[in-house]
């Protein structure tokens, strides 16, 4: 596996029955539907695999972004991770 694009999280939120979304910029390289990606919580680090990719525009400030959905393990994870308030960081996304 290898790098294969830097992420810049800019703001994460609960998909209505999807589990987490997060959405930002995609800084470098190209992201894609089977990629992963490790993210801060604050408190520890966790890695997803992405199910979706999507062009997205903000709903306040009109910018737009890429949108990225995960793949659970299964629904306790999902459940763990769905609320999850993330901080801004810049993450690097992992070529499967």
């Known amino acids: 596996m290898k790098i294969t694009a830097r992420y810049k999280l ?3 939120a609960r ?5 987490l979304m997060v ?6 390289g190209h992201v894609k539907a089977g990629d992963f990606i490790t993210f801060s919580t604050g408190r520890e680090e966790i890695t997803l695999q992405i ?8 709903s306040i400030s009109a910018d737009t972004g890429v ?7 299964g629904e306790k994870q999902k459940k763990a991770v769905e609320s999850l308030q993330l901080p801004i960081q810049v993450v690097e996304i992992i070529g499967k």
């Open 10 to 12: 800019l703001q994460s």
């Open 23 to 28: 959405w930002g910029d995609v800084l470098e």
């Open 67 to 73: 949108a990225l959905l995960f793949t659970y393990k």
């Open 51 to 58: 199910a979706s990719v999507e062009t997205s525009t903000d």
């Open 15 to 19: 998909a209505n029955g999807k589990g």
